[in-house]
């Protein structure tokens, strides 16, 4: 029991709800990175990256790279992040590859637009092939991060001719799953009124008390110390009603019966649970996983939720073994 609410309580820090609104800006720009720039034909941006000429209420992307790129690559966040957390690994891979980094509306500082009600992670898979598709890539790697994982694998299962390969970085297929009782079958069904309640108890905070919950998770999420405040910024900049509606959306959302569609190689990075031992954790991933048999699943050690900042070496090497 001890270890399935140490589970549980890993579920809701991995799909971070942030708390305050969202102030609004032009796509929303993110603190001193407040600069905006295009793809070819555009004004390009003081700090090198453009922004695709693309039109979507569901996310807008920054591209950086040569002009003759050896190939593609998407990068996509997770839950109230913001493009910055993918700056490392860009600034290893745009000489050799054009990065296209997605920034979800409501997350860190940008309008909410159409994600402002309704259905979240749908729409946005479905804008992704659009993307893809309209920009002319020819099956890009696709590497999400959180909930930017989940983006990745509904897109590659739904649109398998538009993904080269896939990397998920720290999530599963059904993380509502961790909500199940014990000895309960993990479906929708069985986890609704336990994320339901979570929802409730979430909504009636006051926006103090769900910005120091969003904190205390954003700082459980990452053990680098210095490293925290650009993570803690867009969660405090991202809007609370889409962060908090998306959250309760990928708790209710299974993929499971979805992966056998997906046609790329797939590769999951992922960390130990907390207050388990590594075998729960690795025995956890590969029962999620079991539909999809072709996954090379890898756990990364002495790393939290955000492995690109807690072990950027090993995560940088990993990219580049994926990529090759």
Known sequence: MKTMTAIAALAASLCLAAPAAAQEHDHGAHGAHAAHGARPAQAQGHHGHQHADFESGRFHVRVDGPAQPIGDIILIPGLSSSPEVWDGITDQLKDRYRIHRIHVQGFAGAAAEDNASGPILGPVAEDLARYIAEQRLDRPAVIGHSLGGTFGMMLAARHPDSVGKLMVVDMMPFTGA????????????????????????????????????????????????????????????????VSANAYRELMLTDLRAELPRITAPVEVLYVNFPGTPAGFTDNVYRMSFASLPSAQLKRIDDSAHFIMLDQPAQFAAEVNAFLE
């Not at 929708?188 to 929802?199: D, L, N, Q, S, Y």
């Not at 769900?210 to 925290?228: F, K």
């Open 178 to 241: 961790m909500f199940a009782a014990p000895g309960v079958n993990p479906t929708v069904e069985a986890v609704t009124p336990a994320v339901e309640a979570m929802h409730a108890r979430s909504s009636a905070m006051t926006d103090d008390q769900y910005r120091a919950q969003a904190a205390m998770a954003v700082t459980s999420m990452i053990n680098t110390e210095s490293l925290r405040a650009g993570p803690l910024e867009d969660a405090a900049r991202s809007d609370r009603t």
